[in-house]
């Protein structure tokens, strides 16, 4: 495997670590409490659905029922239900086979491809895989941040 290759599995099992940690830590009243933007659970799930899709693959098509449940991966859509913590995790160990997959099959050549993604969004494979990367970043950070409020706010007694 191509050093570049190589280092962008890595960054990617980091964020999906981060990700995780974020779901595990999390009180269950968190998980469902609606925040000023998106319930806690909805922001973990966009951002691993889209970790996941953004790794795109050959043939690779979206999986939008994941849970067996038509959950919309954009934030502020109403869904019929939340997925819970277990599932959330479940998808994730379903995305962490996934990069291996991805990543073990990547040619370094191919890196810069044009992007087979649906919408056109991205016109070279590093291009789709450095944004999801730093989707995926961006939505974790919003998780920690969250947890940390969740956090001081309930210790000092303020609501």
Same mark, same amino acid.
């Given at each position: 495997m191509h050093i570049i290759v190589a280092e962008l599995e890595k960054q990617y099992?980091?964020?999906?670590?981060?990700?995780?940690?974020?779901?595990?830590?999390?009180p269950e009243e968190l998980w469902l409490m609606p925040p000023t933007t998106a319930p806690y659970w909805r922001?973990?799930?966009?951002?691993?659905?889209w970790l996941h899709n953004f790794l795109g693959g050959?043939?690779?098509?979206?999986?939008?029922?994941?849970?067996g449940v038509d959950v919309d991966p954009r934030l502020f859509n109403v869904a019929p239900k939340a997925i819970g913590q277990s599932d959330a995790l479940e998808y994730g160990r379903q995305t962490r086979r996934w990069i291996g997959e991805?990543?073990? @099959? *990547?040619? $370094?050549?191919? #890196?810069t491809a044009a992007s087979a993604f649906e919408n056109g969004q991205f016109s070279t494979v590093i291009q789709r895989l450095l944004y999801g990367l730093g989707h995926a970043r961006h939505?974790?950070?919003?998780?920690?941040? @969250? *947890?940390? $409020?969740?956090? #001081?706010?309930?210790?000092?007694?303020?609501?």
């Open positions: 099992l980091a964020a999906l670590r981060m990700w995780e940690q974020a779901v595990e830590i999390c922001q973990a799930y966009h951002c691993i659905f050959k043939d690779k098509a979206f999986d939008f029922r994941p849970f991805v990543f073990e @099959a *990547l040619p $370094f050549e191919e #890196l939505h974790i950070g919003g998780l920690a941040a @969250a *947890l940390r $409020f969740h956090r #001081l706010t309930n210790q000092s007694g303020v609501r």
